[in-house]
């Protein structure tokens, strides 16, 4: 089969600017006598909301539809969230870490449809209930991962542990254990099938629950020459089927294509597609200054899927969208100023680029019901 160079495929820009969300965000907080800035600091997003950590302990709660915002607050904790994630399952579920250790899981119920009638709805509207997971990490959350149907969910941290928490819905009940140490800190993590992949500093494992245990698998023969942060993710299709296809991260702009036992069954090469991408993606308000591969050696940093051929990876100043399929760079962002955190969702990318400025990359606007509820939020904060 012929595989298309994928350029116009993969192409990406940046649309309109989302100054409507940070305008619904305040720039300080008061905090008794006291006022501290309030900056973010990590980005998530499905098809419905964007989640948004902050550095005093709330996560910003935006509904894309509707353009409102709401504040998610941690059990008695104003440390800094380092790390959210949000699962879409019957409620949405939405994982947050701190720089303490702690995490919490907001269980954010779903609007019923509007043809639902009245007589099955509940009588008393549900609320959001939360759940937090403390005493178990010792250092900061690095890394966090649900299963897809929202009743697993991983954490890992600086110090290399990896939490497994399960989530009872019905009884309002949690049960956290750890399924391995690594010893180096947890870089990112990517379930699939009872298939946690893991890749830490020091190496990339895939761990599998077989039998109520956890079996330990590295991929390849030897661990990196040096601790650097290099990100592992599943690739898989549910329309084509197949097997699961997990690609690391390796130093030198490389990845590894691996099976799920974790045998390596490729290498791929992206140094000189990256000198030569097949677009640059355009930004609305780009920085001055253009980073270059000639300033020093960059590598992929975490890793996600992107309209289901693509990965998406990315360091402090490059994005890149990448085909393994033809070993090209289809587009790449040079002119970012700081990326503090990248979430995908399905066709669209979201830049945290510095604490108070969020971008969109995509490969079209977005869908005109999203667009509707901006357009209404504008109307009614002109109207106050």
């Known amino acids: 089969m012929e595989v298309t160079s994928g350029a116009e495929e993969g192409f ?8 409507h969300i940070l305008s619904l965000i305040p720039p300080k907080i008061q905090n008794g006598i006291f006022s501290n800035e309030l900056c973010l600091t990590c980005v998530d997003a499905v098809s419905e909301y964007i989640a948004l950590g902050t550095n005093v302990g709330l996560v910003y709660w935006y509904d894309r539809k509707k353009g409102n915002i709401q504040r998610l607050r941690c059990e008695a904790s104003t440390s ?3 790390f959210v994630k949000i699962v879409s399952t019957v409620d949405y579920m939405v994982g947050a870490g701190n720089a303490t250790g702690q995490v919490t899981v907001f269980q954010i ?6 043809n639902v009638p009245d007589t099955f709805k509940p009588k008393v509207e549900p609320k959001v209930e939360r759940y937090t997971i403390g005493d178990l990490h010792k250092s900061k959350i690095t890394s966090i991962e649900w299963s897809k149907n929202g009743m697993r969910l991983f954490s890992g941290d600086k110090d290399g542990v990896i939490i497994m928490t399960e989530i009872d819905f019905y009884m309002h009940l949690c049960k956290s254990m750890e399924i391995v140490n690594e010893q180096h800190e947890i870089v990112q993590m990517s379930y699939y099938q009872n298939s946690l992949l893991v890749s830490s500093k020091y ?12 079996h ?5 023969k030897k661990e990196r020459k040096s601790l650097c942060s290099l990100g592992a993710v599943f690739q898989y299709s549910y329309a084509q089927g197949g097997a699961a296809n997990a690609y690391c991260a390796r130093a030198g702009l490389r990845l590894w294509r691996a099976d799920r036992a974790g045998n390596v069954l490729q290498t791929l090469l992206f140094k000189e597609a990256i000198s030569n991408p097949l677009t640059v993606a355009e930004l609305l308000n780009p920085s001055q200054k253009k980073h270059s591969h000639s300033e020093k050696e960059y590598n992929f940093g975490p890793l996600h899927v992107f309209r289901e051929h693509f990965l998406v990876s990315h360091n402090e100043h490059f994005l890149y969208v990448l085909d393994p399929r033809s070993l090209t760079a289809v587009a790449v962002v040079d002119d970012l100023r700081r990326i503090l955190s990248v979430s995908v ?3 669209e990318i979201f830049i945290l680029e510095g604490e108070r400025s969020l971008v969109r990359l995509a490969h079209k606007p977005e869908p005109a019901t999203l ?7 504008r109307q009614s904060s002109l109207n106050q």
């Open 12 to 19: 990406v820009r940046e649309w309109t600017p989302c100054s």
């Open 80 to 82: 800094p969230i380092t």
């Open 109 to 114: 119920p779903k609007e019923h449809p509007e």
């Open 203 to 214: 190496r990339s494992i895939v761990c599998e629950r077989r039998d109520n245990r956890w």
């Open 216 to 220: 330990v698998s590295q991929l390849g």
């Open 345 to 347: 969702n399905k066709e």
């Open 371 to 377: 667009a509707q509820g901006l357009f209404a939020n």
